[in-house]
Nanobody
Framework: QAQLTESGGGSVQAGGALRLSCAAD????????MAWYRQTPGNQRELVAS???????SYADSVKGRFAITRDNAKKSVFLQMNSLRPEDTAVYFC?????????????WGQGTRVTVSP
């Protein structure tokens, strides 16, 4: 089973910034789209941002202009720079990777990292 290791969550005041990181383990390859999702209690997981292998990005309207997703293909990593954070950005953030692990292509999830933004 592929492993994705996330880091970078924490607590900040509104207007602050955080940078999330997610690295796929060495066994994963042929990685295509990488993405960040977030989830709040009682709600479905929502797509925050995604990036293709070629570098094309897409963002949820609520984060456009504030968040930036990047990736390092050589390190099998994806990053989410979050600026001008708002209390409504508070959530558990999950990375998601479309890749091959153990001869199987699938959509793999990280364990989640909590982001808390106080007013």
């Amino acid at each position: 089973q592929a492993q994705l290791t996330e880091s970078g969550g924490g607590s900040v005041q509104a207007g602050g910034a955080l940078r999330l990181s997610c690295a796929a383990d060495g066994a994963m390859h042929s990685i295509d789209t990488m993405a960040w999702y977030r989830q709040t209690p009682g709600n479905q997981r929502e797509l925050v941002a995604s990036i293709t292998r070629a570098g094309s990005t897409s963002y949820a309207d609520s984060v456009k202009g504030r968040f930036a997703i990047t990736r390092d293909n050589a390190k099998k990593s994806v990053f989410l720079q979050m600026n001008s954070l708002r209390p409504e950005d508070t959530a558990v953030y999950f990375c998601n990777v479309d890749g091959i692990s153990g001869f199987r292509r699938g959509s793999y999830w990280g364990q989640g990292t909590r982001v808390t933004v106080s007013p």
